[in-house]
């Protein structure tokens, strides 16, 4: 299983800011935001990532997350032009994928939760797993539709009638075919290839697997200032509260073997000043 980070976009709704950066190199808390869907992935054993940025952004990027050497896994970069729709990300990154099984997520996307483990993917087979979490406004999200036996049967985008309060969220596992289907799909009427598009597909193949995250579980959008602030807030809160570093690449690649306390004891004295790399440290002394 190879992973997609898609943090291209122009992030309008949180212009002047991202005139001049993107937003997935903003803060959540004490960690840029592109921090957290990278771990996500590491959280499911994924140690082969590619993240689709914007040309004005590669550098940056590259700066911030180099290869991947400090976290024990691969990185690769790729750019997206222009916002031409989620589903692009599979075409852009076609012949890093082809033939394989694939997780994308949003680059501004944040997970906490049990939910999501390595089983998701070792039991993966075919078709699509997309997560779902439910929210009071589902008119914001794409929402799914299930018929009276509990299948899906639709995902609907911002519905004005909501048929549930199952939002999809930034999250989906995918097989071999998704390339080709995305490369069928027709631009939308907004000039983009949609996700949702692309998923419906699977639902007609009854094709489709739905995850949905339980009621512990933190997902967050942080396309917004509001939601920025909010996201700030909750990793904040929930670090001082259970003493845990969320969202930190390099807690998780030690977490799993896949790099050595030698190693990070050696990023952690080029970063002596950081508050972050000092909650590093301190992990190091009870390991």
């Not at 190199?25 to 921090?35: Q, V």
């Not at 729709?85 to 099984?101: H, P, Q, R, S, V």
């Not at 979490?133 to 509990?150: A, L, S, T």
Request: net charge neutral; with cysteine.
């Amino acid at each position: 299983m190879k992973g997609i980070i898609l943090a291209g976009g122009s992030g309008t709704r949180l212009k002047p800011i991202t005139t001049i950066i993107s937003k997935q190199l903003l803060p959540i808390y004490d960690k840029p935001m592109i921090f957290y869907p990278l771990v996500t992935l590491m959280e499911l054993g994924i140690r082969d990532i590619t993240i689709i940025v914007t040309p004005h952004d590669l550098e940056r990027f590259k700066l911030l997350l180099g290869n991947g050497d400090n976290y024990g896994i691969k990185i690769e970069y790729l750019t997206q032009d222009k916002p031409n729709g989620l589903a692009e990300a599979f075409i852009i990154a076609k012949k890093k994928i082809a033939g394989g099984k694939v997780t994308l997520i949003l680059g501004d996307n944040i997970f906490y939760s049990n939910s999501i483990n390595e089983n998701i993917v070792h039991s993966f087979k075919s078709g699509v797993k997309i997560f779902s979490y439910i929210v009071n406004d589902p008119e914001r999200y794409g929402v799914i539709k299930f018929n009276e036996y509990g299948e899906v049967e639709d995902i609907i985008e911002k519905p004005k009638i909501a048929p549930s309060n199952a939002a999809v969220t930034g999250l989906y596992c995918y097989d071999e075919d998704v390339i080709e289907l995305a490369e069928s799909l027709q631009p939308s009427s907004r000039g983009e290839l949609e996700i949702t598009d692309l998923n419906n597909i699977y639902i007609k193949y009854k094709k489709i697997d739905v995850i949905p995250l339980d009621k512990a579980s933190i997902w967050l959008d942080s396309g917004t200032f509001s939601s920025l602030q909010e996201s700030s807030n909750i990793i904040s809160s929930l670090q001082k509260r259970n003493g845990e570093l969320i969202g930190s690449p390099e807690r998780t690649a030690l977490k799993k073997d896949w790099i050595s306390k030698s190693q990070l004891s050696k990023q952690l004295l080029l970063n002596k000043n950081s508050s972050y790399f000092k909650s590093l440290e301190k992990l190091l002394n009870y390991i």
